[in-house]
């Protein structure tokens, strides 16, 4: 039993916890400092105690023992909070880093979104400027051709209006020799003249262009139920 006592005394006396130790003495014995621990009433009692008294059937400990004991307890429940509040910090950087990424990939998708609505602009435009191109190419093709019976009639009547002007001078001859000396040739001439061909002339419709309408309605209809793909 005394040495028991001398165990824990010897404990107490430990300068680290002197101090702390002290000023608390045992209520039931005035000069024993409280220097042990009950494990199973789970309080700080007094060597005396121990050995005759409240705590005689307990186990005990020294109380640095179950102090260091408990305060590493404390010092795990520390470490774990602190884990714990690292591995919070953790996840909210990543849903930050999350939050960053959908904004990152929505300006990425409205970019892409851009540059195909400016590809299929440029298509209409480019199809646009072909079709212009065949309208206009068969617009002076037209006119080109009908120009070109217009000089073919203005000729022609250049030729007959000359051919009017000699045969009037013809008939002013007053001599009949001489009269009768051309006047063969220029009815000839003029038999010649009303033979020519002038019924070229541009086909009923020829000026028509609406050939060159187009129907976009299934195009537009298309354009306006443009959507995401599903199942990207
Ligand atoms: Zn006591
Ligand atoms: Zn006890």
Redesign the pocket.
Known sequence: VENIIDIYKQESARPLHAKAEQHLMCEEHEDERINIY?L??E?P?CSLCKVFG??KD?E?APLPAVYQRQKSELSDGIAMLVAGNDRIQAIITQMEEICHTIEENGRRQKQQLGLRFDALCSILEERKKELLQSITQEQEDKVQRVRGLIRQYGDHLEASSKLVETAIQAMEEPQMALYLQHSKELLKKIMDMSKVSMSSRPEPGYESMDHFSINVDYVAEMLRTIEFQTGA
Do not use: K, M, S
């Open positions: 009950c199973r009433c309080a009692t409240a705590h307990c005990v």
